[in-house]
């Protein structure tokens, strides 16, 4: 190979180079680039079944969630199982499933979540946080025991971070 033909192909490398990025690539990035948060409020009730080790729950009536151009109501379903327990702690990994009501739109991401209750009582106050690579909440409220049962109601400051 001559140093000419080694320029020559040196040139049509950087003439590539400063073209940018293929299509597919660029849309990609784009993409990467403009994924929103979506942020949610409102209330959940979570049931753990400390005898079966199953999570479940979805969010209340009033659930809204917002990315930085709209808002819309939104519907929350919490499954899963226990991790660990105690007499006044749950640990859980749960899968949530976000369905935007506007457009249908499901996003499906795991949540590590931590459920305390401030008692052994039969009822009292309860907190709730959890987080993942893919999601964040936390909240307060209540809980109330039955046969084999704690239902969280999460109701006090309950948000919802979701990476789109």
Known sequence: MSTRGG????????????????????????????????????????????????????????FRCA???????????ISGSLRSGGELSYEARTTDSLRLT?????FRFTVDRRFDRDTTAATGNAAERGSSSQARDSGTG??????????????????????G
């Open 67 to 77: 990315t930085p151009d709209r808002s819309f109501a939104a519907e929350l379903t």
């Open 142 to 163: 209540t809980f109330g025991t039955g046969t084999g049962l704690v239902t969280f109601l999460v109701t006090n400051g309950y948000t919802l971070d979701v990476s």
């Open 102 to 106: 506007d457009t249908g739109e499901v």
């Open 7 to 62: 320029v020559a192909a040196g040139a049509a490398a950087l003439l590539l180079a400063a073209a940018g990025p293929a299509p597919a690539v660029a849309a990609d990035v784009a993409r990467a680039r403009t994924a929103a948060v979506i942020s949610c409020a409102g209330a959940i009730v979570v049931n753990v079944h400390p005898l079966n080790g199953a999570v479940d729950g979805r969010s209340g009536t009033n």
